[in-house]
């Protein structure tokens, strides 16, 4: 079985998912009061995002199955 751009897709977001969650637990920066809510709320958003590309990528494959 060869691996599809979706399946690489999924892959690097999913990764990518990982890095921010990471980041959110260790935050590097050091951040405090706002500054810390304002940086786990971009971080959050961004692993939304990720997580909707996924099923948005996992979706057009089940489609593709049935053509």
């Known amino acids: 079985m060869t691996a599809t ?3 690489v897709w999924t892959v690097v977001l999913y990764e990518i998912m990982m890095h921010i ?3 959110v637990d260790t ?18 958003m961004i ?10 990528i996992k979706g057009q494959e089940v489609k593709d199955e049935h053509v």
Do not use: V, W
């Open 5 to 7: 751009s979706e399946d």
């Open 21 to 23: 969650q990471k980041f």
């Open 27 to 44: 935050n590097p920066m050091d951040y405090r009061g706002k500054e810390k809510k304002a940086y786990t709320t971009g971080l959050g």
């Open 47 to 56: 692993s939304i995002l990720c997580k909707r590309m996924i099923e948005d």
